[in-house]
């Protein structure tokens, strides 16, 4: 019974162009990207990585010892440092521009703000557009419980968000294919670096294949998409007009990124969805921006927001009242 | 379903909201194949009463039966019974009239040939494949009609159906309203504040004003009997006397009577008043308006 609703929620962001948007959205930004990694490679071509990648770690201990940064920057500063010397002691080159580092970086850049905004432009008007046009009246008065008109909802809302992430991936990987180097999927990478008291761990260092590594941070970010797609789904149960509703996401996304990095001290801070969302990010190794936030902290806490978030939608929506 | 059981039942129904009371024990009963309008001004509580109807408003008390089934426990079973409008025709403006249709039928579980017959029905077949966008508001309505009458629903709840229509189209509709209920044994439930559509579409008419029904009956009760002549004479004064002979109820001003009667008294009436020597220029029917009926049921108290 809940097939033939998914099909008509489908066919309504279709026909409301909304994934149309978002497909243009990410065509656009991945063209704009893979031209300067274009530029780069040809630029790199006579280059020195290792004069270029100890001048980075220079400039950065440099920055250190003046000392006018707060403690959170200093700390992922002195991270990536001892990562980047990682790479110089190993003689691996990092960051060389091919189409599969270009897609599996992609997972990490547009994880934490790109991705999550064009879920919640997705989500935000899946009901409260039923709201504001009038529709909800016609919808809500068929022989469908409203509980399975949002299921439907739900579930649409979840495929459109994994259709993003592999649109994305897939435009990244077919945009940036004619120019930059096609192969190395095979190429070794390394994840799992940590920081604790300062000090790069790197007992925790695994070597991947770069598909294997790219599957992984795909499928955190996955998990990340879902979650905001439920919180998408509550601002639009909640609010009645899509606006408002996308508006909250954008203000919630950027306000609680900006927060997490100008206020550190303030810990509680830690249990906010915004903060656990680049899971991509955690697992390449960029320390959160909190301690104490593992990863398990960070898919249990995304986790807990979701089922938060979707049980608020459920219980709203099929007790309130329909007003004009 | 025995012939015998109402197609809808109302019990008691009561909003309230904070401590505003939107509608106060409301009860009605349709039976099969009637037309029952629902008649008050806007802001009486019409449409809160149908969304109570349609389950899209919890009522604070009462309860509503649809074809036996009790609205709110048996959700599924009882709204299968009905297709409706509430308010003002909305469907999706960026889909086809179709693919609205469509929409619908996927929610109802009925086949697509169900589409060819509604749109036949409302004589929408023709702009189908248009997007809803660019339809008047009169084929909105036509279109909210066709999406009612998907799966041969047993009632039909229509909130103020001649909203955008033409008069042509009103017609249409009114036609198509009656052979439903009569053919098809259609319950049509219809709220308006047009006091002269309800008139001609219903057989019975429920008078909401304030969240309170005042009235029930039939059309022929309630609004016929309502109906008086206006007459502009030479002699005021005479006709008056004559109308006091006939026993009719009448008031006057300088040069009209008005005089509550059923028509077919008129022409003797008329007769004796020529036969006295006053002379008639001018002789209408005219129907009481809703403003005037409630002015009488409220004692005085004005619409708003």
Redesign the interface.
Known sequence: MII??V??ET??IL??KRFAVVAAILFAIIALVTYSQYRRLREQRNRNWRAEIQQQVASMQNTLRRGRINETWARSMRAEINRLQFYLDHDIEPNKPTAPIFVRTFANVAGFLLLPLLVGILGSDIVSAENA???D?????????RWKVLTAKLITLWTFATLTLITGAVLAYSVSAPFLPRGGWTAPTFTGFSVARGALQIDAVRQLPLWKDTLIAYGLEWFALLTVACIALLLSVLFKSSAAAIGTMLASLIGGTILTRISPDWTAGKYLFVSALPLADYYTGEPPPYDGMSMLFCIGLLGAWAIVATAISFVVFT?R???? | MTPTQPTLTATNLTKIIGDKTIVENVSFELQQGEIFGFLGPNGAGK?TTI?ML?????PTAGRVTICGFDQRRQ??????C?G?I???P??????TGR?NLE??A????VSRSEIERVAELVSLAHRLDQRVGTYSLGMRQRLGIA?ALLGDPKLLILDEPANGLDPAGIREIRELLRRLASERQMSIFISSHLLAEIELTCDRVAIIHKGRILREGTVRELISSRREMELRVDDVARASAIATEHNLPFRTDTDRIWIAMEEPDAPPFIAALVQSGVNVFHAQRRTQSLEDMFLEATGGETVD
């Open positions: 033939p609703l099909q008509n066919l309504k026909r409301r046009e009038g529709t009246k016609l919808l809500l008065t068929r022989p469908v419980r007790r009242d329909v007003f004009g | 449409t969304r349609v389950g899209l408003i919890r959700f599924e079973d009882a709204m299968r009905v409706c509430v308010e003002n909305d469907l999706y403006r960026f889909m693919e929409h619908f996927r929610m109802l579980r999406q």
